[in-house]
């Protein structure tokens, strides 16, 4: 096992989490842990619940039992004002990374920061803010731009940047590479390593692409039936002689 985070606070605690829709028994006993500072990253074939799992972790789904705790502090027990400081803290990249078609790109990333004044205060020109998060993904340039004038990869940039405006000490991505070309899926994975050492940002990566697991991942947990099956470095999982561990890297 890789130890060099367990020595490390946890920033988010899953234990023994449950969720079902009906007979359809998702998560049936899920546990996790992410340390300050690593990439962990989730692998489950889909289906498996890593979504919901997710969604869970920010309130966007209830769970049925079991307990999460975010930054020393009990999901379930949190008030809606400290729920909402959490999210300006987990930044939470969606699977699709949805930009608003009918905002440009300055107006997308303005969004979040009218939504959170809490944090930000009154802000009369957001322009150095959102000319800061498009700078980290590389698409400055772009600030005055519909979505519908961006290519796939960009809009997955400018969601990114979307995220990083708000300077999240976690950031949860959801399929960050799905549907883009393996060179652009690269370009995405080298700019989340490059983000997660700039802002030293703790981060859970939900991905099935085995490159990108490899390329960014201190730690890794496979989703198997309901359960954290099987938890390591990308080599010691690579390396495992488990049939349903290997079935996610030699298939
Ligand atoms: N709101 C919902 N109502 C009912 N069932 C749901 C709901 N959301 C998810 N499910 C079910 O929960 C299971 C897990 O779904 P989830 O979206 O978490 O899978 P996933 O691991 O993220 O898959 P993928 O890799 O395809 O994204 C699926 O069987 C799905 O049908
Ligand atoms: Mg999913």
Known sequence: MNHRFSDKKPVIVIQNLYKAFGNNKVL??????????ETLVIMGK??????????????LETH???????????LDTMDEATLNEIRTEV??????????????????????????????????DATPLVMEALDSVGLGHTIELMPEEL???????????????????IILYDEPT???????????????????????TSS?????????????????????????????TFE?????SDPKVKAFFKS
């Open 28 to 37: 049936d006993g899920f546990n996790m842990e992410l340390y300050d500072g």
């Open 46 to 59: 889909s289906g498996s619940g890593k979504s919901v799992m997710i969604k869970c972790l920010i309130g």
């Open 64 to 74: 049925d039992d079991g307990q999460i705790t975010i930054m020393d502090k009990n």
């Open 91 to 124: 930044g939470f990249l969606f699977q699709g990374s949805a930009l608003y078609d009918s905002m440009s790109v300055r107006e997308n990333l303005e969004f979040p920061l009218r939504r959170h004044v809490k944090k930000f205060g009154e802000i009369n």
């Open 151 to 169: 290519s796939g990869g960009m809009k997955r940039r400018i969601a990114l940047a979307r995220t990083l405006i708000l300077k999240p000490k």
């Open 178 to 200: 799905t549907g883009l070309d393996p060179i652009t899926s690269k370009e995405i994975v080298i700019l989340m390593k490059s983000i997660q050492e700039k802002y030293k």
């Open 204 to 232: 859970i990566v939900i991905t099935h692409d085995v490159d990108c697991a490899r390329f960014i991942a201190d730690r890794m947990i496979l989703l198997v039936d309901g359960i954290n099956y099987a938890e390591g």
């Open 236 to 240: 010691e999982l690579d390396n495992s």
